[in-house]
């Protein structure tokens, strides 16, 4: 059963108390069950893990007018969003400044908040091995991360010089106050709100791009050799998508079609048949970037996009728990479906 989050639910004063009104106004437009809402204290990882996934989704809509406009025509029906999953691209290289390496950028923060890592998926046509991140507490209802990172040691030695220029300028967000308070979070398995609401606006600083952008030789040297890298030196750890989970997406795709929004033009089956993925094309973005001689020149790139997924139930049997529960719905992803859906930000791709 889901619920309304009420006026005082500790989520909402989390999210307004880090990215203002507006956000809360989006909390009101996804699904949050009943456990989610009401007020908690002191905070537990679970509330915590259901406002990141929801100031994330809100950056998203200012970024991809497409999914906006699906969530307006969603709330106007009536129906809220089901967010099953968000994605995050790494890199997977010394040498990203004073980041960690690959998917250890992410997962330092998602652990604490009660994620466990449930799958690996390689996603080898396009460089990159996928991971699903599944809460503990909350399988179904807090929405899941698919954390990737890029291998740029499988490609060539210029390309492979390009990525350390780039990406060498990376800046960690998480400063010694912030390591404190994940450690105490991952201890406790909550924090005083106070606490909660200082981690929370730094853990949202995280999903951005933490370095330079790169200049417009480079760019397009990265995008000679992978598309998926390029995006990276553009958007960083932003959200790459978002994801309702919806009960048909055959007629979503459809609907999504009639209303001339970008829709892909077929749905990504599963090899069991019972997880089908489909997505608007990404949104155009414009980023600055510098030429040899140092001239400021604006670049039109693929920037994020917005995803539908329907899962259906696994039939006759229980998926091996691995600590996170019964599970009733196949939360399982695809190396296929991931690797047709990424597509989405190559440009020719892109929405325009």
Aim: proline share 5%; with cysteine.
């Amino acid at each position: 059963m889901t619920t309304s989050p009420g006026s005082r639910s500790t989520v909402r004063e989390l999210l307004i108390s880090v990215a203002g009104a507006r956000v809360g106004d989006v909390l009101d437009a996804v699904e949050s069950a009943d456990e989610l809402t009401g007020e908690f204290d002191p905070v537990q990882r679970r509330l915590i893990a259901h406002a990141l996934n929801i100031a994330l989704f809100a950056d998203l809509l200012d970024r991809v007018p497409s999914a906006a406009e699906y969530l307006t025509e969603q709330r106007a029906a009536g129906r809220r969003i089901m967010l099953d999953h968000g994605a995050i691209r790494t890199v997977a290289w010394p040498n990203v400044g004073s980041l960690p390496a690959g998917i250890e950028q992410v997962t330092r923060l998602l652990e604490p908040l009660g994620f466990r890592r449930r799958e690996m998926y390689p996603l080898t046509r396009i460089h990159m091995t996928g991971y699903s991140y599944c809460h503990l507490d909350m399988p179904e209802q807090i929405g899941q991360w698919f954390v990737s990172e890029f291998h740029p040691d499988e490609l060539s030695v210029p390309v492979q010089h390009g990525v350390d220029r780039v990406f060498s300028s990376s800046v960690d967000p998480i400063g010694a106050d912030a390591a404190s308070w994940l450690r105490q979070l991952e201890s406790d398995g909550s924090l005083p709100f106070d606490v909660a609401v200082a981690l929370l606006a730094v853990l949202v600083r995280c999903f951005a791009r933490q370095h330079e952008l790169p200049t417009i030789d480079d760019y397009h040297l990265l995008l000679s050799e992978s598309a998926e890298l390029a995006w990276i030196a553009t958007e960083g750890t932003s959200f790459n998508h978002a994801t309702d989970r919806v009960d048909d997406v055959q007629a979503v795709a459809a609907a999504e079609r009639s209303a001339g929004r970008p829709i892909k033009d077929s749905v990504e089956v599963s090899g069991s048949g019972r997880v089908m993925q489909t997505a608007h094309r990404a949104t155009s973005v414009v980023r600055p970037m510098r030429t040899a001689e140092g001239t400021l020149v604006e670049q039109q790139v693929p920037g994020s996009f917005f995803e539908f997924i329907e899962r259906d139930v696994v039939p006759d049997e229980v998926l091996p728990s691995e600590g996170l529960g019964e599970r009733r719905l196949d939360l399982g992803f695809d190396a296929s479906n991931a690797q047709g859906i990424f597509a989405m930000t190559r440009s020719n791709d892109a929405a325009r």
